[in-house]
């Protein structure tokens, strides 16, 4: 119905467990900084819907993302797309409409069978594999990694983040099947330059632009300086992202969380620490809070208002038999309320949804402004 807007722009297509957000962040900055107009595709949002659909860091304006949204109201309904197949729809149509010259576009959830598949990239790739969304990508980290492949095409380089074992020798097993030119990076490699967004595994995930960067065709690859300007820039909202005494992180797994307590380890906050935790019901919140308790002095285990009724966590978790010293307060406006207390950082994590609802009750903090 839309005339296929995808073929409209070149495209750069990123997948992933954790860490594809910074990497097409990181990518899109660069590219920014060479000249280009570049959309930048990412998901999920923290607190308005026009967050995933980004040119040159401008949002779709509200009333483009309505007028789009009626165009396709009933073929919405008529083919029961989802949220994320609409919202695909119309960033790619967005992009289109607004002339982008490439666009950098985060895989939403597997790889083989998500909706952002349907562009012909000119580089793409896998930042990491790890145990996320099991109840549709399967519950081994091999058959996740064959979900997250199937984004290999046939010619076009294929980068592969992870820096060995099996879930690297399945990426590259399946993208070789596909086609795909195979691009796997030495476990030692990590960027040489000033990197803008904290953290260690940070540099990994430079290093993973730098190099997709590098294979894009010779009037798109930027030069050095593009690239070291664009990764210094580089930001996402909610990715360590200090404000004050106010500290948000997405993380929302086990591999995510063990990352975000190194940083908090390593960051020299004011202390006290106060966090306030929520994740989703089908995440594994005893392991999360036990990676973060070492480096925080309280945590409140609280359910964001957010979530949706079906992916909501048992609102009585028997945390404190796991010798977890925690505070379950379900209530989520007093959880905040009572960390502020005394706080020298509150440390607020666990999904997107407690993050996003957490700025939207904090005046300014909002994404969007």
Same mark, same amino acid.
């Given at each position: 119905?839309?005339?296929?807007?995808?073929?409209?722009?070149?495209?750069?297509? #990123? /997948?992933?467990?954790?860490?594809?957000?910074?990497?097409? +962040?990181?990518?899109?900055?660069?590219?920014?900084?060479?000249?280009?107009?570049?959309?930048?595709?990412?998901?999920?949002?923290?607190?308005?819907?026009?967050?995933?659909?980004?040119?040159?860091?401008?949002?779709?304006?509200?009333?483009?993302?309505?007028?789009?949204?009626?165009?396709?109201?009933? %073929?919405?309904?008529?083919?029961?797309?989802?949220?994320?197949?609409?919202?695909?729809? #119309?960033?790619?149509?967005?992009?289109?409409?607004?002339?982008?010259?490439?666009?950098?576009?985060?895989?939403?959830?597997?790889?083989?069978?998500?909706?952002?598949?349907?562009?012909?990239?000119?580089?793409?790739?896998?930042?990491?594999? $790890?145990?996320?969304?099991?109840?549709?990508?399967?519950?081994?980290?091999?058959?996740?990694?064959?979900?997250?492949?199937? #984004? +290999?095409?046939? /010619?076009?380089?294929?980068?592969?983040?992870?820096?060995?074992?099996?879930? +690297?020798?399945?990426?590259?097993?399946?993208?070789?099947?596909?086609?795909?030119?195979?691009?796997?990076?030495?476990?030692?490699?990590?960027?040489? /330059?000033?990197?803008?967004?904290?953290?260690?595994?940070?540099?990994?995930?430079?290093?993973?632009?730098?190099?997709?960067?590098?294979?894009?065709?010779?009037?798109?690859?930027?030069?050095?300086?593009?690239?070291?300007?664009?990764? +210094?820039?580089?930001?996402?909202?909610?990715?360590?992202?200090?404000? /004050?005494?106010?500290?948000?992180?997405?993380?929302?797994?086990?591999?995510?969380?063990?990352?975000?307590?190194?940083?908090?380890?390593?960051?020299?906050?004011?202390?006290?620490?106060?966090?306030?935790?929520?994740? &989703?019901?089908?995440? %594994?919140?005893?392991?999360?809070?036990?990676?973060?308790?070492?480096?925080?002095?309280?945590?409140?285990?609280?359910?964001?208002?957010?979530?949706?009724?079906?992916?909501?966590?048992?609102?009585?978790? &028997?945390?404190?038999? %796991?010798?977890?010293?925690?505070?379950?307060?379900?209530?989520?406006?007093?959880?905040?309320? &009572?960390?502020?207390?005394?706080?020298?950082?509150?440390?607020?994590?666990?999904?997107?949804?407690?993050? $996003?609802?957490?700025?939207?009750?904090?005046?300014?903090?909002?994404?969007?402004?």
């Amino acid at each position: 119905m839309l005339g296929q807007p995808e073929r409209h722009f070149r495209a750069i297509h #990123i /997948g992933g467990t954790n860490g594809k957000g910074s990497v097409a +962040a990181m990518t899109a900055s660069v590219l920014e900084r060479a000249g280009r107009r570049v959309g930048l595709y990412t998901s999920p949002h923290l607190v308005d819907v026009r967050e995933r659909m980004l040119v040159n860091g401008r949002p779709i304006s509200s009333d483009a993302f309505c007028n789009w949204t009626d165009l396709l109201r009933d %073929d919405i309904v008529e083919t029961e797309a989802s949220f994320f197949e609409a919202t695909t729809a #119309i960033a790619f149509a967005d992009f289109a409409a607004r002339g982008v010259d490439v666009a950098v576009i985060e895989v939403g959830l597997g790889g083989r069978l998500d909706s952002t598949n349907v562009v012909e990239p000119l580089v793409n790739g896998v930042v990491s594999v $790890g145990l996320d969304h099991t109840e549709y990508l399967g519950d081994s980290l091999e058959s996740i990694a064959r979900e997250k492949a199937g #984004i +290999a095409k046939p /010619g076009v380089p294929f980068v592969i983040g992870e820096s060995g074992g099996a879930t +690297a020798a399945v990426l590259k097993q399946v993208a070789e099947e596909a086609g795909a030119e195979v691009h796997m990076l030495a476990s030692t490699a990590s960027y040489g /330059g000033d990197v803008g967004m904290v953290g260690r595994y940070q540099r990994r995930n430079a290093v993973i632009a730098e190099k997709m960067l590098s294979l894009l065709p010779p009037d798109l690859v930027p030069s050095s300086q593009h690239v070291e300007r664009g990764i +210094a820039a580089a930001w996402l909202p909610g990715r360590f992202d200090r404000r /004050g005494k106010w500290l948000f992180d997405v993380a929302h797994n086990l591999r995510a969380m063990e990352e975000l307590a190194s940083c908090v380890g390593e960051a020299r906050l004011p202390r006290p620490i106060h966090a306030v935790l929520g994740m &989703l019901g089908d995440k %594994d919140a005893v392991n999360a809070l036990r990676a973060l308790q070492p480096q925080v002095d309280a945590i409140w285990y609280t359910v964001p208002p957010s979530v949706p009724r079906e992916r909501r966590p048992d609102p009585n978790p &028997l945390l404190g038999d %796991d010798g977890l010293n925690v505070v379950h307060e379900p209530d989520f406006v007093r959880a905040l309320e &009572l960390a502020q207390d005394g706080a020298g950082t509150v440390l607020v994590t666990g999904s997107f949804h407690t993050v $996003g609802d957490t700025m939207s009750r904090l005046p300014g903090f909002a994404p969007l402004g």
